[in-house]
């Protein structure tokens, strides 16, 4: 894959790729604590944001795991979620399906992409009844296969999240997608922690897996903050996945790391103008540097010569500004002589100076 340029991933017309704008997505996960109005607000939050997708999760517990409280199917380790079943946790975290049209339709109002995460093929047959533009597998579902070949036969396009994957993982995944008929893919880096500690993020990966893959990379991100995001986009992520919630003080699953809206805001804005100073592999002055050229320097007489006097190291210098003769002709001009009188602070120039220097070119009063 190597060698390959970039192939641009598409959403609802809007391009996804290298030196386009970063694809922006709030994820709303368990943060309507149950509530379809605070799953409303959720929606309008991300807009108000700067968001320019709202995503959502599509399983139930059942599709998830089985209802069954032996060892494995206790969460413990150190999580948030220590202590509970999965499926009391997903229980309780599910956005329920007949939600899913509702907020699709907030969203259109909103003028905001709304997708959702599929977490098995009967929620992928659900979404495409629903006609979402794109799909999405988690990081724990990389390693599904089957799942990831039915998302790919949709021929939609398709963003795989990598959290906890090897790289052969992350290839047998994108390999098993082409071949099952994907549409255009996006990698998400991610670090499958809740919240994620930032020396875990090892954001240089986006650069390898933008290599490797040839294909648009993003940061699905669970840090605390806005960094991470920020140092993604600065590395050439193209797409960021962030958790939106009103309030960290309304219970949920996810709340502890999700951002507030006024939060979500300032990473939004930090983003944006990441991506202005990232500018463009360019040389030279722009508009406002321009300005300061002035205050180069430049040869002047700083000693007042007669004419016919030599032009020495006592009577030239480069100082500023840049209003003389630019400083590589110093040596060109040392040993001529002044074709007239000259005053101290006089801005050197070609018709000051006569005879010949020891550094003279044929060329050098064209080149100047």
Known sequence: MNGEPVREFEINGR??????????????????????????????????????AIKLQTYTPDTLTICCDAPPFKIAGGTLWDGRTLYELYADAATPWEWHPKLMRVAVEEELDCF????????VEFLERLGVPIHKAASFELVDLALIERLARTGKPLILSTGMATIEEITEAVETASRAGAGPLALLKCTSAYP??????????????????????????????????VAAVALGAC????????????????????????EFRRMVDAVREVERALGSSRFG????????????????????????????????????????????????????????????????????????GAGETAGS????
């Open 239 to 262: 797409m960021l996945e962030k958790h939106l919630t009103l309030s960290r003080e309304a219970p949920s699953a996810d709340q502890a790391f999700s951002q507030t809206p006024e």
């Open 285 to 356: 002055p722009g508009p406002e540097e321009s300005k300061s050229r002035v205050f180069r320097r430049s040869l002047f007489v700083v000693k007042a010569v007669r004419a016919g006097e030599a032009l020495t190291a006592r009577n030239v210098r480069s100082i500023r500004p840049g209003a003389g003769l630019a400083p590589r002709y110093l040596r060109q001009i040392l040993g001529r002589r002044a074709s007239r009188d000259i005053a101290r602070g006089t801005p050197l120039t070609w018709d000051l100076v006569t005879g010949s």
């Open 365 to 368: 009063r064209k080149a100047a």
């Open 116 to 123: 959702s995460t599929a977490f098995d093929e009967s929620a």
């Open 15 to 52: 391009k996804v790729g290298p030196g386009r704008p970063t694809y922006i997505v709030a994820e709303m996960s368990a943060n309507h604590g149950g509530n379809f109005d605070t799953a409303v607000r959720i929606v309008r939050a991300a807009k108000a944001a700067g968001a320019d």
């Open 196 to 229: 994620a500690p930032s020396d875990e993020m090892n954001l240089r990966a986006i650069r390898t897996l933008a290599e490797t893959f040839r294909v648009p990379i993003g940061l699905s991100d669970h840090t605390l903050g806005a960094t991470a995001a």
